[in-house]
């Protein structure tokens, strides 16, 4: 039993201090005990967290950590399900036997990957659910050049077949191949509608960037979903937008209020992180953005990138060299707004864009708690939804703790619990809903993490329960918890 705390449900939009009881892995009171049950009630292991908040775990949609590492610094960060649906593995079959091989301290789920699919139609290449090898062919002017009619075929086969064995969506990064036919991206939302799924979307470049390209990224997402009445998410809107996200934002309004299925995902930082070998890295594309070499640096040794010369000799030798991109600047008060707005814009969702730690040798994840000193990457897969909280709840007041929980819990959920079954117990907190629980210190929440210390877990969760289990308890992680359980796609 969670005892006294301000237990938050954001399903029903209320907030009340009452009593959680769990029982396995679901909840199975609020405030009085069960009829009949008061003997085990009055039993039952009491932890008191008077004057804290207890709410469903956040639910991260965009989540590329795939590490017992990654996943418990996304758990001191409130965090009780992370998904790859943005990217994906393929094949799905083997992403989600590793993940169960290895075990996880939080559930886990991942969409079917358009990157992949297309990388064997035209490459020939064998996926292996493994996003190093992903990042690193994204960069190849063959994946990213437009299909032929056979290629299209065989990658569209492909994704449907990784749907029926139970992909969460399919996950499109269009912005990796900015110049390829429109139709393709068509044909993927005509699959999502007729298979009663999604799709999660790096956009393409977006007409302020490139005025010669085939279609705007935030119009063709929106065209789609109007054309084909598929179910479109577009990620990290942030990101993809940069000092455009005003006008990006009024475009997904819009086809919201002509009613298309459009959501949309934000993160609280000025800079993002991908593969250097990424299309819009070119040393010719920076100008489009504003960007320098200099905004760019390598994760795993933490090099700021000197110049132009040194920009094409990376990208040449190491394509999927993870790195970090400074696109807007957090200290600049006009900046800083623009994140607030993007946060703040109706029905947004929080989600993280979380990577994999990497360390000097090259590892990327580790059994050790705490973890090995020297860890890289970007400080978002520590801090996301503590530092959205503490500017949103805490200093804007933007948020109610219900809509907190809302956008970090709830929404997210709501994305693929139309077909995915082990989603729809998630994001809410009554009797019945699953007990994956977060407490937080209202008082002490914040995040910790740097683009020079990354690996700082936020402060202020208190208590995670992952499957009634404890992850982390007393802001201790409970290292040998591994309760984590695959969340799986179900076409009808």
Request: proline fraction near 7%; glycine fraction near 10%; charged fraction near 20%.
């Amino acid at each position: 039993i969670l005892r006294g705390g301000l237990v938050v449900d954001p399903r029903s939009g209320t907030e009340r201090v009452a009593d959680v009881a769990v029982d396995g892995a679901q909840v199975v009171a609020i405030g009085s005990p069960p009829p009949g049950d008061r003997k085990r009630y009055l039993q039952a292991e009491v932890v008191d967290i008077t004057g804290h908040v207890v709410g469903p775990g956040f639910v991260d949609v965009h989540s590329h950590v795939h590490s017992i590492a990654g996943q418990r610094l996304q758990a001191l960060d409130g965090v009780t399900t992370t998904l790859d649906l943005e990217a994906g593995l393929m094949p799905i079959e083997v992403a989600y036997a590793r993940a169960a091989a290895d075990g996880r301290p939080l559930h886990y789920g991942f969409s079917a990957s358009w990157g992949d699919a297309r990388a064997q139609a035209h490459l020939g290449t064998l996926p292996a659910a493994d996003l190093h090898a992903s990042l690193a062919m994204l960069g190849d002017p063959a994946w990213q050049r437009t299909s032929s009619a056979s290629e299209r075929a065989a990658w569209l086969r492909l994704l449907e077949s990784e749907l029926a064995a139970g992909a969460l969506g399919i996950g499109v990064l269009m912005g990796y191949a900015p110049r390829s036919d429109p139709a393709e991206f068509l044909d993927v939302a005509r699959l999502a509608a007729a298979t009663g799924t999604g799709t999660f979307t790096h956009v393409r470049e977006i007409v302020e960037a490139d005025p010669t390209t085939p279609i705007d990224g935030s119009s063709e997402i929106t065209r789609a979903a109007a054309e084909t009445g598929a179910q479109m998410h577009h990620c990290h809107v942030n990101s993809t937008s940069r000092r455009h996200i005003d006008r990006v934002l009024g475009v997904i309004d819009d086809a919201r209020r002509n009613g298309s299925s459009v959501t949309v995902e934000t993160y609280p930082y000025g800079a993002g992180s991908t593969a250097i070998g990424a299309y819009f890295l070119a040393p010719e594309r920076l100008p489009a953005w504003g960007l320098r070499p200099s905004d760019i640096s390598l994760v795993t040794t933490g090099e700021q990138i000197a110049d132009l010369r040194r920009l094409e000799e990376v990208r040449r030798t190491d394509p999927g060299a993870v790195c970090v991109v400074k696109f807007l600047d957090e200290d600049d008060p006009s900046d800083a707004a623009m994140l607030t707005r993007a946060l703040a814009f109706p029905d947004a969702i929080v989600a993280s864009d979380a990577m994999h730690v990497t360390w000097p040798d090259g590892s990327t994840d580790s059994r050790a708690w705490p973890l090995p000193p020297g860890g890289q990457t970007h400080p978002r897969t520590a801090g996301t939804y503590a530092r959205s909280l503490r500017r949103m709840v805490r200093e804007t007041g933007l948020w109610t703790w219900a809509e907190a929980f809302r956008r970090c819990s709830y929404l997210p959920a709501q994305l693929v619990a139309g077909f995915a079954p082990a989603a729809r117990g998630k994001g809410w907190l009554d009797v019945g809903a699953d007990a994956d629980l977060v407490v937080i210190d209202p008082t002490r929440l914040t995040d910790r993490a740097t683009y020079v210390d990354p690996t700082r877990p936020s402060r202020g969760v208190v208590h995670l329960l992952v499957d009634g289990q404890f992850v982390v308890h007393d802001e201790t992680l409970v290292a040998d918890a591994f309760p984590g359980r695959p969340v799986r796609g179900v076409l009808a």
